[in-house]
T-cell receptor, first 110, second 117 residues
Framework: GEDVEQSLFLSVREGDSSVINCTYT??????LYWYKQEPGAGLQLLTY?????DMKQDQRLTVLLNKKDKHLSLRIADTQTGDSAIYFC??????????FGRGTSLIVHP | EPEVTQTPSHQVTQMGQEVILRCVPI?????FYWYRQILGQKVEFLVS????????KSEIFDDQFSVERPDGSNFTLKIRSTKLEDSAMYFC???????????????FGQGTRLTVV
C-alpha cells in the first residue's frame, strides 16, 4: 500500500522558522495535505496542495512540493508557542481516502 | 463552529469485552469515517460510511468491527471481543463530500483513547 513518512519530533525556538518534512510513495497522488492536531482536539486541515503545484503560501505557512522526489514540506515562519501541535502529512488520489503519516510533534520553546 | 464530538474521551476495557465508541458528526455531512492511531504509529483508515452503508473499509476492519448509524445523529464503532492490540486512539471524522474529492475537508473529532487491559 501507499506510505507516508515523517519524523516524530521537531523542536524550535519561538520566532524561528519551523520546517516539517514528509515523504510519500504514491506517484499518482493528486492532493497532499497538512493537518494540525492541537492538544485535546481533533485533526484540522491546515492546507493542501495539488500535485501539479510546487508551492503554496498562506500567511505564515509555506508548502513546498518536490514531486520528483515525492517530498512535501511545511514551513511555519515566525513560529509561536500556539503553533505547538502535532502536524500530520497525508496524500490521496482523486476520490480516494487519504493516507496519513504518524504525525510530527512540533515543540516551540521560548 | 460545528464540530465532530466523540465520547468517551478515554475508555478502559478488559480483554475480550465489547466496546462501543460514539461519535456525533457534523449535521449536514453525508460521509463518516473511523480511523485509529496506535501509539507512535500512523493514523490508519478503518472504514467509511455513506447512505447508511459501508462504502469502503481497510484490511484492519475485519469481523471484529462494525459500524452503525442508529439514529439521525450518532455514528458508532463497535469492537467485539477486544484484544490488547486494539489499544489505540480512535478518531471519527465526517465530510460533506467524499474525501479525496476536490476541496473536500474531513473534520475530525478529538478522539477516544481505548485501553485494553
Amino acid at each position: 500500500g501507499e506510505d507516508v513518512e515523517q519524523s516524530l519530533f521537531l523542536s524550535v525556538r519561538e520566532g524561528d522558522s519551523s520546517v516539517i518534512n514528509c515523504t510519500y510513495t504514491d506517484s499518482s497522488s493528486t492532493y497532499l495535505y497538512w493537518y494540525k492536531q492541537e492538544p485535546g482536539a481533533g485533526l484540522q486541515l491546515l492546507t493542501y496542495i495539488f500535485s501539479n503545484m510546487d508551492m503554496k503560501q498562506d500567511q505564515r505557512l509555506t508548502v513546498l512540493l518536490n514531486k520528483k522526489d515525492k517530498h512535501l514540506s511545511l514551513r511555519i515562519a515566525d513560529t509561536q508557542t500556539g503553533d505547538s501541535a502535532i502536524y500530520f502529512c497525508a496524500e490521496s488520489r482523486e476520490g480516494y481516502i487519504p493516507t496519513f503519516g504518524r504525525g510530527t510533534s512540533l515543540i516551540v520553546h521560548p | 463552529e460545528p464540530e465532530v464530538t466523540q465520547t468517551p474521551s478515554h475508555q478502559v476495557t478488559q480483554m475480550g469485552q465489547e466496546v462501543i465508541l460514539r461519535c456525533v458528526p457534523i449535521s449536514n455531512h453525508l460521509y463518516f469515517y473511523w480511523y485509529r492511531q496506535i501509539l507512535g504509529q500512523k493514523v490508519e483508515f478503518l472504514v467509511s460510511f455513506y447512505n447508511n452503508e459501508i462504502s469502503e473499509k481497510s484490511e484492519i476492519f475485519d469481523d471484529q468491527f462494525s459500524v452503525e448509524r442508529p439514529d439521525g445523529s450518532n455514528f458508532t464503532l463497535k469492537i467485539r471481543s477486544t484484544k490488547l492490540e486494539d489499544s489505540a486512539m480512535y478518531f471519527c471524522a465526517s465530510s460533506e463530500r467524499q474525501q479525496g474529492s476536490l476541496g473536500t475537508e474531513a473534520f475530525f473529532g478529538q478522539g477516544t483513547r481505548l485501553t485494553v487491559v
